[in-house]
């Protein structure tokens, strides 16, 4: 079966299926696993655009690019269009195959300087910063939006528009309100209108936890793409299950508790040290929701969230895999 392929601007990605941008989560270890199990493209955390130019160096951090995670999508936040295009030229540099802008966040921190859903409420303002980004960089510029204010206010379709003449390749659309949240059901309905106002790629967004639901999306409303948030946390084997299906094959095993745990030491691995090196709190969110579907695992992550630091982490997982091993007689 040919795998369906999606196109932004010069790139052509195939699968069309990637792991969305969360804040706390699409750190660089998080995306080279969703690489590796076969999602075709990843977005980085939002980076807030303002603090890049300034040269802070958290924020500097998670523009770290691997170059086995490529093709990747920086995502931005702010609601300046020269801060936005200075920090697009930054993104660009630091190997940047997408800078997308932030049109959705609900969080207090992109909502106090007028960028995210904010800045979606203000078109002719969004349109003007996908307008700045595009002019600053030679990569292709996506925004990433909500359904609207409330479902009284659904602007979405107004706002897409405006951006893709602005100068946006293309358009991800989760698809809910800001005022649900994360609650209820994701409409795809409405990434079903958006496919049919814009002449650029969509790509749909909202309640895919399994194989069958991206491929659902992908066939109920002609979307371009489909981007996988919350389902990947702890679980970036899920991408590997939608390559199988798109390409016709069989679904494969379920990751076993070695492979598990392997994961989730390399996971620690990479977030303790060098350049990346997160906190023990950062360390333990991101490492937790691996560690499940295996016998007595809630030790393991009492243990887990109760280590005071790294070595403890790590040595909690070694001995409880010591002890996977000897029950299973290896
Ligand atoms: C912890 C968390 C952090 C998120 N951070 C971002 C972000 O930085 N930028 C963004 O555009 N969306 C962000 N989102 C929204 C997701 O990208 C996605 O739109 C939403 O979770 C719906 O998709 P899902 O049902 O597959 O999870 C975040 C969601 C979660 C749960």
């Known amino acids: 079966m040919t795998v369906p392929a999606l196109r932004l601007g010069g790139l052509r990605i195939s699968p069309p299926i990637g792991l969305a941008p969360m804040a706390g989560f699409t750190t660089l270890p998080m995306r080279l696993m969703a690489r590796r199990a076969g999602a075709g493209f990843v ?15 958290i924020v500097r951090r998670r523009l770290a690019i691997s170059p086995r995670e490529h093709p990747v999508i920086v995502q931005l936040y702010g609601a300046d269009p020269s801060v936005l295009a200075d920090a697009a030229a930054i993104a660009e540099d630091a190997g940047a195959d997408v800078v997308d802008l932030n049109l959705g966040c609900v969080a207090p921190e992109a909502l106090r300087c007028g960028a995210g859903a904010a800045l979606a409420a203000q078109p002719v303002a969004a349109a003007a910063c996908v307008a700045a980004i595009a002019s ?53 309905r409405l990434i079903a209108d958006l496919v049919e106002a814009v002449q650029v790629p969509v790509l749909g967004n909202g309640d ?123």
């Open 136 to 188: 600053a960089t030679r990569r292709p510029v996506t925004a990433k939006l909500r359904a609207g204010t409330s479902p009284a206010n659904r602007s979405y379709l107004d706002l897409a528009k405006r951006l893709v003449n602005a100068g946006a390749s293309a358009v991800a659309l989760h698809a809910r309100t800001v005022a649900q949240g994360f609650r209820g059901r994701a409409d795809w």
């Open 208 to 330: 895919v936890r399994s194989a069958d639901d991206a491929l659902a999306m992908l066939a109920t409303t002609g979307c371009a793409g489909v981007l996988v948030g919350r389902a990947a946390i702890g679980n970036p084997w899920l991408f590997g299950g939608i390559t199988a299906r798109l390409q016709g094959c069989s679904m494969p095993a379920a990751p076993s508790p070695g492979e598990r745990l392997a994961a989730a030491l390399w996971l620690i691995g990479m977030l303790s040290s060098g350049p990346l090196a997160y906190d023990l709190p950062a360390l333990q969110r991101q490492v937790l929701p691996l560690l499940r579907e295996m016998p007595g695992i809630k030790k393991l992550r009492e243990a887990v969230a109760a280590a005071r630091c790294v070595e403890e982490m790590r040595q909690a997982v070694m001995t409880y895999w010591a002890s996977v091993r000897q029950e299973a007689g290896a």
């Open 43 to 57: 977005y980085t955390e939002m980076v807030p655009a303002e603090a890049l130019v300034r040269g802070c160096p």
